[in-house]
């Protein structure tokens, strides 16, 4: 098979910026060389060409501008330790490398994205690609919500990241919310709703816990905490979990 050819850049009314495919380029220069940018519509090419000459000239220019996605991705998942204070479990990170590798990486590198030319709308046009892939562990059946949730968590944590590191400005994927629509004609079953259990019930589970446990229970009962952050919780003088201990009367 032969290899695609790459798009032809044609010029536009705007200096400097060509459409190229279904996306656009511009160029700009640092320290008198030329340089690559590419953005999803003409407008955006255009504010990022004038911020990136702007960057160059006052020496600001950002490193992400040249790291490609998906080389920024692969060095991020070897050394990525998480974004909590409890650490990332070696299970987890094998989870988000499949990710990565499976759907991420080749996904903005086909589209020749670099790290800095990722933009909300290029994270919301990622949702909606994966809403039409086929989950391939159910023929005929689309990606899962929990599934394509969690491929947007691990590219908002690796943006994440890239932000604190100073490659990019600002995590294009952090507003991005993500809306997966189930039952017919989705491709996907209805998620079951959860159910919280009755106060008999939570009585019950409390009763069968030992009693130097019995606190750390009622209080990610009566907070709805998750169990890493309650960990995390420390004593403090102004620091009050309820009005009375033991409220659901197991004592």
Known sequence: MSPTPEPKSNRTDAPGVYRRGSRYAYTYRVDGRQR???????????????????DADRGELYVGDQIAFGTFATQWIATYQGRTANGFRESTRRSYEQMLRDRLIPYFDRRRLKLADIRPRDVKAFVMWLLEEEDPRSPGRRLAKSTIRQHVAVLRALLGDAMEEGLIRSNPAAGVRVSVPEGDGT??????????????????????IPPEWRLFFEVLAQTGLRIGEAIELRWGRDVIFGAEPYAYGVD
């Open 36 to 54: 690559w940018g590419s953005a999803a519509t003409f407008d955006e090419a255009r504010r990022a060409r004038r911020q990136a000459q702007a």
């Open 187 to 208: 491709g996907r079953a209805l998620t079951e709703e959860k159910q919280a259990m009755s106060i008999k019930q939570l009585q019950a589970v409390l009763a069968e």
